[in-house]
């Protein structure tokens, strides 16, 4: 059974620091992209940042030059560096990838449980 698990989040100050790792747990033919979301309360989910196993990238406009997505096709996991944290990144933040499990079955999106960033002002 492919699952995502996620961990990194947690309470920072403004302007400060966190990173969030996403690995890809049990057994996948292949993983195409992986990413994160996030939402706030009362917010839709919207797209961070995600990347493809080629290695290109995609950033919303409002976490550029402060977030760096990566990835390790190896381990199948992908990771977030946030920078210069404001109350306006406080969200609750999940992992997203595209997974074939097997080569017999189409892929599809799968989703991490969510871990809360929370940012102090």
């Known amino acids: 059974q492919v699952q995502l698990v996620e961990s990194g989040g947690g309470l920072v100050q403004a302007g400060g620091s966190l990173r969030l790792s996403c690995a890809v747990s049990?057994?996948?033919?292949?993983?195409?992209?992986m990413g994160w979301y996030r939402q706030a309360p009362e917010k839709q989910r919207e797209l961070v940042a995600n990347?493809?196993?080629?290695?290109?990238?995609n950033y919303a406009d409002s976490v550029k030059g402060r977030f760096t997505i990566s990835g390790d096709n190896g381990k199948n996991t992908v990771y977030l560096q946030m920078n210069s944290l404001s109350p306006e990144d406080a969200a609750v933040y999940y992992c997203?990838?595209?997974?074939?499990?097997?080569?017999?079955?189409?892929?599809?999106?799968?989703w991490g449980q969510g871990t809360q960033v929370t940012v102090a002002s």
């Open positions: 997203n990838a595209f997974i074939r499990p097997t080569p017999w079955v189409r892929g599809r999106n799968y």
């Open positions: 049990g057994s996948a033919f292949s993983v195409d992209a």
């Open positions: 990347i493809t196993n080629g290695g290109n990238s």
